[in-house]
């Protein structure tokens, strides 16, 4: 009874879905992969994870077949990472996540971390998963992110830090 | 650097979300009591968690805020669960993984888990965040839950096994 539940044991696919992506440096990765943060050193950087634990997720996202992994340079050979069907289609979970964490893990004078336009309308998206101007659900590829101002300094500082081989 | 980001160390809301329930067990333990399912042994059955896995969990969901522990016996005490309104307000993350999980998890021969009928329109709501029938983005209030006769039988299953002292 200590093992978790396999993909196959359950036809709960919340049960199945967490099999692949219930870990928490999982989803963060997938939330760098989303913001077009491909490549290995600022995957580092911006998940925070050890390089042990990047490497063995992104393995583990691969072969869940969340991810691929494809050359960008062949000597030395670097790769970079893209988001498969599969991994694209994850979108809305985090999208879900982003706007619990934003209402319910945020002080009153903390900024939200990524501003979205909804391209469909124009206006700003809000923090849900239907655009608060229009009222349409929101798909990924009518989205334009933003990072806040206090988001973009975070990030900045994580890049920093483990450029001068410092924890941030 | 080996720590996961700490909830008051970045502005991120899925970092955030992540620090509270980003394991899979506290999200099978959600689900249960999303289906009403509230009480320890009957939880234990279901997420299938040894009794000092759930019990670590629970204790970490009560102190974030999730859950809430109430009497339903005194002599002896026993307790049951219940969702908090920040507990409740993650029912959009778990259709969302609901809906990855379904279309990503299963085999065309197998059966979804739980089958909802839109209390709005009254017809069956699919499987996605919105209605599939009418359109409008699902809340859980508006949602009548009936599970599949295979996962009826899934779930019966656990129950049994663990009446008889028995892994499922």
Redesign the interface.
């Known amino acids: ?2 093992a ?2 396999d ?1 196959s044991d ?11 992506i ?4 999982a ?2 990765i997938l ?1 760098e992969l989303f913001m077009g943060n491909r490549r290995f050193d600022s995957l580092l950087a911006q998940s ?3 390089p042990q ?1 990047l490497s063995s997720r992104l393995k583990r996202l691969e072969a869940d077949g969340m991810i691929e992994r494809k050359h960008y340079m062949t000597k030395p050979p670097r790769y970079e990472y893209e988001l498969t069907e ?1 991994g694209r ?2 979108h ?15 002080s009153p004078h ?4 990524v501003r979205y336009t909804h391209l469909t309308c124009g206006k700003d998206a809000g ?1 849900g ?2 655009c608060q101007s229009c009222g349409e ?1 929101l798909r990924r590829e009518d989205l334009k992110a933003e990072f ?1 101002p ?2 973009a300094q ?1 990030r900045a500082a994580r890049r920093d830090a483990v450029k001068n081989g410092k ?2």
């Open positions: 009874m200590t978790l539940p993909k359950t036809l709960c696919p919340v049960a199945r879905s967490q099999a692949v219930g870990d928490r440096w989803v963060l939330r925070q994870a050890t634990m599969k289609a994850f809305p979970v985090l999208l879900a996540l982003r706007e619990w964490g934003e209402t319910w893990h945020k903390e900024d939200v971390a923090i998963t239907v659900p806040s206090s988001y975070e924890s941030a």
